[in-house]
């Protein structure tokens, strides 16, 4: 078995040395970070978002997988900003109002921040208002918003009207997830795009900051 197998398996199994140790020795066979990004962390953790989808794995697991990538990308991150010459861009994530669930934006911070991205993370049970002001504050490329509750999902749409009051919905994107959520709302909501995991969520915001 690869270095990179090993530690995809590390990271599913949430063992934070060893994905520390895999990673350091991927690193010192001279693998491009990017690579060990991609097969070794990403292609962990989507087995990991797989496990928790069908109840295979719970928050527990998943918060120390999350942990064990962290520390693997702690080692990267330096090198992936040097292999694309700068960040990403910067993208905003928060849970909104009445709504304190952050394991999915939790790992989305993560994987876009493997991806290069620099990631405000404003939290949870947050209002228009601070959702306004962060826009306003750092100018990201995206604003991703998260709810687990169909009673909060619906506070999406107060988001997205107070960024419309503000005369700056037009200056971001803005994309939403979580279990309750699926592309027909968020088109409901006028949002531009909506992803079910992580990973995808990726993938969403590198063909909305690419456009």
């Known amino acids: ?21 895999y990673t350091q020795q991927a690193l010192d066979e001279n693998t491009p970070a990017k690579t060990i990004l991609d097969q070794g962390l990403i292609a962990g953790m989507d087995v990991v978002g797989v496990r928790f989808k069908e109840g295979e794995y ?9 942990k064990a990538m962290h520390a693997g990308l702690d080692l990267l991150k330096p090198l ?30 993560a994987m876009l921040e493997g991806a290069g991205y620099e990631v405000i993370d404003i939290g949870v049970d947050v209002d228009a208002e601070k959702f306004v002001e962060s826009v306003r504050k750092h100018k990201p490329l995206v604003l991703g918003m998260s709810a687990l509750l169909t009673t909060t999902m619906r506070y999406m749409k107060t988001v997205i009207d ?50």
């Open 1 to 21: 078995m690869g270095t990179l197998e090993k530690l995809r398996d590390a990271l599913i199994e949430g063992k934070v040395e060893e994905v520390k140790h």
């Open 58 to 66: 719970f928050l527990p697991e998943v918060l120390l997988c999350a």
């Open 80 to 109: 992936l900003v040097g292999e694309s010459g700068q960040s990403a861009g910067t993208v905003v994530l928060g849970t909104v109002k009445g709504d304190l669930h952050d394991i999915g934006k939790r790992i989305v911070k």
């Open 162 to 211: 107070a960024l419309q009051n503000e005369g700056i919905r037009d200056k971001v994107k803005i994309i939403v997830g979580g279990a309750p959520v699926n592309e027909e709302f968020a088109k409901s909501v006028g949002a531009d795009g909506y992803a079910p995991n992580a990973s995808e969520a990726v993938d969403l915001v590198k063909r909305l900051t690419a456009a």
